[in-house]
């Protein structure tokens, strides 16, 4: 059985803040996530812990102080009694054959905390009274975040994304039918290392904006601009999409503001009943400065009695 005042490094008068000081440092050296390679430095984190849980404890330390209890926290044994693997000091520390439990005044998770961060550090250690010594299942290593660029035209058509992990490789992934902005992938396994196998990988995805689409749900809008004369006369034009240009016709007459549809153009949606459309917003574009237009707009002026605004009580 191992002094704990040895252990540590401390005097036997050292003070709590010594006692935890020494603690950290030794800690941040040893904690297996820093030496995966090296099962003698794992081993010596764990007597540095238990040894740290003990001397923490005033109680216990009062009491090993004494030669009432041993370094493993166990009731001394001066007739040759107890200092096996299960016994149970008054302090709470429980030693066992599969390794240690901290006591209820322990506050060693704490420092793991501050030390490493949730779910970095100390996840494999058991705490309170449950357990007679069991360790709970090693701490899987952390999670690697990352940050993925889509085009909009990629996210509308699903197209399969690469992406190279921390580790050099790279893989291909399946949008999924809702993506947006903020969608989140896991990627089991694709994490940092651990004790209890790897982290996973948290993929942010980010659709960047097109020049001339947005979105509206699962449809596609469009301001297509028309000619004076194609908005006049009507007929068929070429019109982008997510999935390259069709042809789409124009009623005659059509003025600014005319919507047209085209059917399954869109984003699929999430219920999967197919996808969304695209909506075209038509925009008459006239010429500047166009000298034969306003000859022609002045000579059919006079003709033109209508009221575009009379609905407006204007």
């Given at each position: 059985?191992?002094?704990?005042?040895?252990?540590?490094?401390?005097?036997?008068?050292?003070?709590?803040?010594?006692?935890?000081?020494?603690?950290?440092t030794l800690a941040k050296e040893?904690?297996?996530?820093?030496?995966?390679?090296?099962?003698?430095?794992?081993?010596?984190?764990?007597?540095v812990t238990q040894a740290y849980?003990?001397?923490?404890?005033?109680?216990?330390?009062?009491?090993?102080?004494?030669?009432?209890?041993?370094?493993?926290?166990?009731?001394?044994?001066?007739?040759?009694f107890g200092g096996g693997g299960?016994?149970?000091?008054?302090?709470?520390?429980?030693?066992?054959?599969?390794?240690?439990?901290?006591?209820?005044?322990?506050?060693?998770?704490?420092?793991?905390?501050?030390?490493?961060?949730?779910?970095?550090?100390?996840?494999?250690?058991?705490?309170?009274?449950?357990?007679?010594?069991?360790?709970?299942?090693?701490?899987?290593?952390?999670?690697?975040?990352?940050?993925?660029?889509?085009?909009?035209?990629?996210?509308?058509?699903?197209?399969?994304?690469?992406?190279?992990?921390?580790?050099?490789?790279?893989?291909?992934?399946?949008?999924?039918?809702?993506?947006?902005?903020?969608?989140?992938?896991?990627?089991?396994?694709?994490?940092?290392?651990?004790?209890?196998?790897?982290?996973?990988?948290?993929?942010?995805?980010?659709?960047?904006?097109?020049?001339?689409?947005?979105?509206?749900?699962?449809?596609?809008?469009?301001?297509?601009?028309?000619?004076?004369?194609?908005?006049?006369?009507?007929?068929?034009?070429?019109?982008?999409?997510?999935?390259?240009?069709?042809?789409?016709?124009?009623?005659?007459?059509?003025?600014?503001?005319?919507?047209?549809?085209?059917?399954?153009?869109?984003?699929?949606?999430?219920?999967?009943?197919?996808?969304?459309?695209?909506?075209?917003?038509?925009?008459?574009?006239?010429?500047?400065?166009?000298?034969?237009?306003?000859?022609?707009?002045?000579?059919?002026?006079?003709?033109?009695?209508?009221?575009?605004?009379?609905?407006?009580?204007?």
């Amino acid at each position: 059985m191992a002094d704990p005042y040895q252990t540590l490094g401390v005097k036997r008068d050292a003070s709590e803040a010594d006692i935890k000081k020494a603690y950290r440092t030794l800690a941040k050296e040893l904690h297996p996530d820093r030496n995966k390679d090296n099962p003698k430095a794992s081993e010596r984190f764990s007597k540095v812990t238990q040894a740290y849980d003990l001397l923490n404890d005033k109680d216990k330390r009062a009491r090993f102080d004494r030669g009432e209890i041993d370094g493993d926290g166990n009731p001394a044994a001066p007739f040759g009694f107890g200092g096996g693997g299960g016994g149970a000091g008054p302090g709470g520390f429980r030693q066992g054959e599969g390794g240690f439990d901290f006591g209820a005044n322990g506050d060693a998770g704490d420092i793991f905390e501050g030390l490493f961060g949730r779910g970095a550090g100390g996840g494999g250690f058991a705490s309170g009274f449950g357990g007679f010594g069991r360790r709970q299942p090693p701490a899987k290593g952390a999670n690697v975040a990352y940050k993925l660029n889509v085009s909009f035209v990629d996210a509308a058509t699903l197209a399969p994304q690469r992406i190279t992990l921390a580790d050099g490789k790279t893989i291909d992934l399946k949008l999924p039918a809702n993506v947006e902005n903020g969608t989140q992938m896991r990627l089991a396994g694709k994490g940092q290392p651990g004790p209890g196998g790897a982290g996973d990988g948290i993929v942010t995805i980010q659709i960047a904006p097109h020049k001339f689409f947005t979105r509206d749900g699962a449809d596609v809008r469009l301001d297509l601009p028309v000619s004076l004369s194609e908005a006049v006369l009507g007929g068929p034009v070429r019109v982008p999409t997510v999935e390259g240009a069709v042809m789409l016709t124009i009623p005659k007459g059509s003025s600014s503001g005319k919507v047209l549809r085209l059917r399954g153009k869109g984003f699929p949606r999430p219920d999967g009943s197919g996808r969304g459309d695209q909506l075209v917003t038509l925009m008459v574009d006239l010429p500047v400065d166009d000298d034969a237009l306003i000859e022609f707009v002045e000579g059919w002026k006079g003709k033109d009695g209508r009221n575009p605004r009379g609905n407006m009580g204007v």
